[in-house]
């Protein structure tokens, strides 16, 4: 018996027909995509145990110049451009396996460069990260979303509730790494000299006592310029940063081997005939403008701000949390300990809205997570950071990780959704304007303090929040309308009402070719 192979050729024509072969599935293959999944999450997670350790850390250890938020925003720059123009033409070369193994591969010479930290060393290492980066990225979203129609297909589930599922169970994993990170780099700095000076400092007269003048300079007040003076802001010793690089270093490697050896390549899912446009043999240059083309439509261009907020709110929490309020007042050591309740609290929640999406749908998750943000934001700006105060820091880096949580695994899903047909160019837009966020971010950060950063923050939450409504809305009409057409017999329908119908973004052959099979 088939469960959905009869049809497919009644409604399409032999043109259409002939670009795709018929996916044939047993219905155990929903175990093999589970196992896919997990593999994707779990080589991710090695990834960036390493690099989001390391990114923590930059704008306290490399403080010099400002060189380790100036590698970050390289990284950043880099992604942008490599957003525009190299996704969908890495992919379609070297497939969505081989592009996530090369581009892995590219983190490794950041790692290194933290055993000699230059301008010469670690920005050219940096641009190479954000090179492979994006169609790293937009393979990951690639292979989750299509796995997630063909698993909808064989559990005869919602396509989308089942994409933002496996988007969730993905960032749960993915957001451990903060915690394996944040663990290494704070056993390493709390044991050694670094670490062991801090603690006696925070426990004697100058941590304890409100009379401290460098803490007057923490939180909203924080200016880099004017702290250089603060002992909790001096670099570790080398030895400690080696050791701790040397871990990272193997974990990129580590994550090259997982998905190499233990991941199916998406042509057993149908990687080939997908209804976009790797689907046809079409030039390079036209593959480029894929990107571009995505950018014409309303619900993309109105998506724009909320996914900057997404890069900037991470950059925030990374670079000037950690440094304005966690490094400035409890030092660098405490960094880890503090970020890993981020990641904590944010792989709880990226599972929990993941699954509770379908109960209570996508808006009622987003406004929470834009009341938390502004929330923290509001908060942020008021309170002084202190020592005495070491609770504070850890419900603030919680608060801000439920807030993120639901930015990852709603915004993902929602663009997985509504650009369903054309899925590598709307990943590729969306790490193109989440990078965007990122470098305006690390662009002010040596130059702002960080009560102006605060402000910026909050009005670019408010803006991408209306452009999202917006969203909804026309998404609401939009289905209205489908389904009011959809009910027109085809002989009654004119040119126009089949035009609306086949231009639906949200429309993907593949759930139409996939031929369930029980043997």
């Not at 060189?67 to 957003?83: E, K």
């Not at 109105?302 to 400035?328: H, K, N, P, R």
């Not at 990122?438 to 803006?463: D, E, I, P, Q, W």
Request: with cysteine; proline share 3%; aromatic share 10%.
């Amino acid at each position: 018996m088939h469960g959905g192979g009869v049809d497919t050729d009644k409604h399409n024509g032999a043109d259409t027909a002939s670009l795709r072969e018929k996916v044939q599935l047993r219905k155990g293959e929903k175990w093999r995509i589970l196992k896919n999944i997990i593999t994707v999450s779990v080589a991710f997670m090695v990834q960036f145990t390493a690099f989001q350790g390391t990114a923590n850390l930059q704008s306290s250890i490399n403080a010099k110049e400002g060189l380790g938020t100036v590698s970050l925003s390289a990284i950043y720059a880099a992604l942008v451009v490599s957003c525009i123009f190299l996704p969908t033409l890495v992919i379609r070369k070297l497939t969505v396996k081989w592009t996530l193994c090369v581009s892995m591969l590219c983190y490794a010479p950041y790692i290194a460069s933290q055993f000699y930290p230059k301008f010469y060393t670690l920005i050219p290492a940096g641009i190479l990260l954000g090179l492979g980066a994006a169609p790293m990225w937009a393979s990951k979203a690639t292979y989750l979303t299509q796995l997630g129609q063909v698993y909808a297909k064989l559990t005869d589930q919602p396509v989308e509730a089942i994409i933002v599922r496996f988007f969730g169970f993905f960032f749960l994993a993915w957001q451990t790494a903060e915690l394996w990170g944040n663990l290494i780099s704070s056993l390493v700095l709390s044991s050694g000299a670094h670490g062991a000076a801090a603690a006696v400092g925070g426990n004697g007269t100058s941590g304890s006592h409100h009379s401290d003048p460098n803490l007057d300079s923490c939180g909203a007040n924080f200016c880099v310029v004017e702290t250089s003076d603060n002992a909790n802001l001096q670099r570790p010793p080398d030895s400690e940063i080696f050791e701790i690089s040397a871990i990272y270093l193997s974990c990129i490697i580590a994550a090259v081997i997982i998905v190499a050896v233990f991941l199916d390549p998406l042509s057993r899912y149908g990687e080939r005939r997908r209804g976009s446009i790797s689907a046809t043999e079409i030039s390079g240059m036209q593959l480029l403008s894929a990107t571009f083309k995505q950018l014409k439509k309303v619900n993309q261009q109105l998506l724009i701000l909320i996914t900057v907020f997404i890069g900037m709110e991470q950059a925030f929490i990374g670079a000037d949390f950690t440094q304005a309020y966690v490094s400035c007042a409890l030092g660098i050591h405490q960094i880890g300990y503090v970020m890993i309740c981020f990641g904590v609290v944010n792989a709880i929640c990226s599972i929990i809205f993941g699954s509770a999406m379908k109960y209570i749908g996508r808006v009622v998750i987003i406004i929470l997570g834009a009341i938390v943000h502004g929330g923290c934001i509001i908060y942020l700006l008021y309170w002084r950071p202190h020592p005495d105060h070491q609770i504070v820091f850890f419900i603030l880096s919680g608060l801000w990780g439920i807030g993120d949580a639901v930015w990852q695994t709603q915004i993902n899903g929602l663009y997985g959704a509504l650009f369903r047909r054309n899925k590598e160019a709307a990943f590729s837009n969306y790490r193109l304007w989440e990078s965007v966020g990122f470098v305006v971010a690390y662009a002010y950060s040596t130059n702002l303090c960080a009560r102006m950063k605060l402000y910026l923050l909050f009005g670019v939450l408010v803006a991408g929040m209306i452009g999202y409504t917006i969203v909804e809305i026309r998404q609401l009409k939009k289905e209205k309308r489908l389904k009011q057409l959809e009910e027109i017999p085809k002989q009654q329908q004119t040119d126009a009402d089949r035009k609306a119908i086949e231009e639906d973004d949200e429309k993907d052959e593949l759930e139409e070719d996939i031929v369930v099979t029980h043997l």
